[in-house]
């Protein structure tokens, strides 16, 4: 394998032959270039599509309360059923550990003044897991911490429609950190903006810590939502779980089992499973297209190879004459077809990737974005790829070294 | 189907041999035989003492590159060497080292009288140039025997002439030569003629 002899005699045949060469590398460089660039597409199609609709689905489970509409153990119909904190450190200690947990308080249309500037804005009381649960993209600062939310410290969290409506024009996200706004009349240090882009709605919103919240907007203890991110579970997972989760909240809460209104548990990952299902058609479509290509590409390496093969039958009965035996003739023409594939095949690889990050920054479009190659499918493929070649180029090959030589070297 | 029947030969080493028959005579088929490239049913063949039956293909390979040198009617080069590594590749796989390979081929191409065609691919030399580049390939591993296969077919009759010439000088080497033919004028240079017919041996 390593012998420079071989390898030299190698060089020469594929050197020599430049329109085989052309013809058999061609054919293995653009299976993988198809190949690579269909991938790529895909690939932008599905974060695509992740970044335009993505955010409404998540692994998210939400605990709201609501009207009770039934009258059970005494109480009223038509009552408000109210979660307080009590009631929500309850429910949490009833749960196995969540990966996120986040409670909130809100404020709708509440002032917020920069300078001489002011407007009305949503201020939403999190704690810091609500960073990951509602997926927000800092552009500049940080989000609130735990240290905040112990301390009840007076910061938050802008997005980005407040940094363009109360800031001069133009204002870098970073530059509003630091700031001082009045949150309804009390002063907040702005400590971080984010741009939840596409979405008017989060962008006019303002992250502020729970305790912090709770103590200086209301004067109870309820808290209006609990939002709990599910991670990775399963969607079966995640429905018993919200049912279970159901079930002690009416119990705890008062409110009949059959009550629809009083309180309830929005599991999102419901929303998030048919987009894992559209997402899994895509990625079926893509592989699909990848398969057909690859097959298209096998066939074309298979059939150039049984003619680049044919062709040289004359020549290997020549060097049978001069003394080789058939498994070195044999051996040479895989280990040339090995080494022509690879490289070529190295070709497309590099040439599939270079158009795809070339495109890439130039198309912005809703369903396609950031188009991304998967190396190992691509490696994947360039092994198929090679194996294919080599087995349709052992046939012919073997064929053509069991011809007896002076029939191959009789003249036509 | 036999092809040949009944043949019953023995050249001598340093014999300069013409086999001469129509086609369909069986000349091919004997030369396939004798070049160790076709194997046989019945009978014995023996090459230097050894008898040539049931030989696996690896030892057939063997003695191929040990004891036998091809001369083609279409030469036979391969088209994208030049004249000097077509007369190394026997040697390429005798597993002789590549300087050594480009010194003997290049001693053996001004044996011909091509030392300065050595650069030269095939398309680019005469036919009758070729065909010399061709002998000195079969020469290049000291054969005891070449085996001419209408060394002379593709030629005109000077260049014939010119390829008879350098085979009789090898002969006089004491490398024992068969030339397959159907020219007489060939054929009459050689020091013994076998005729076949139908598979046999019609005259000596």
Redo the contacts between chains.
Sequence with gaps: MFDR?AW??IF??VL??PLRTGLTGLSIALGIFILVVMQGLGSGLESGVQETFGDNAANVMEVRTGNAQLAFRGRKPNRRVELHNPDEQALKNELDTMPSWSRLVYRWGSTVQYGNQQGSYNVRGVDPDQSEIGLVKLTAGRFVSPYDLAQERKVAVIGAQLVQDLYPKGTDPAAVVGTFIQLRGIQFAVIGAFDQSGSRWENRSVYVPFSTAQSLFQNDDVVSRVSIGTGDAEIEETRETSVSMLGWLKDRLVVHPDDAEGVWVENRNEEAEIFRQIFQGIRLFVWFVGLMTLLAGAMGVANIMAIVVRERT??I??????????S?IVGQIIQEAVFLMLISGCVGLLAGIWLLQGIAPFVEHDFFSNPKVNFETAMLALFILVTVGVISAVGPAVRAVSI???EA???E | MDVLKGIDCKIDAGELVAIMGSSGSGKSTLLNVLGLLDDFDQGSYHLDGMNMKGLSEKQAAKYRSEFLGFVFQSFNLIHYKTAMENVALPLYYQGVNRRKRQELALQFLKKVGLEAWYNHLPNQMSGGQKQRVAIARALISNPRVILADEPTGALDSKTSNEVMELLKSINKEGITIVVVTHENEIAAQCHRIIRLRDGQIENE
Excluded at chain 1, 317 to 326: C, D, Q, S
């Design positions: 002899d030299l005699e020469n045949t020599s032959n004359k020549e009965g020549i060097r049978k004459a001069l003394g080789a035996t058939g070195r007896r030589p002076v070297l009789r003249d």
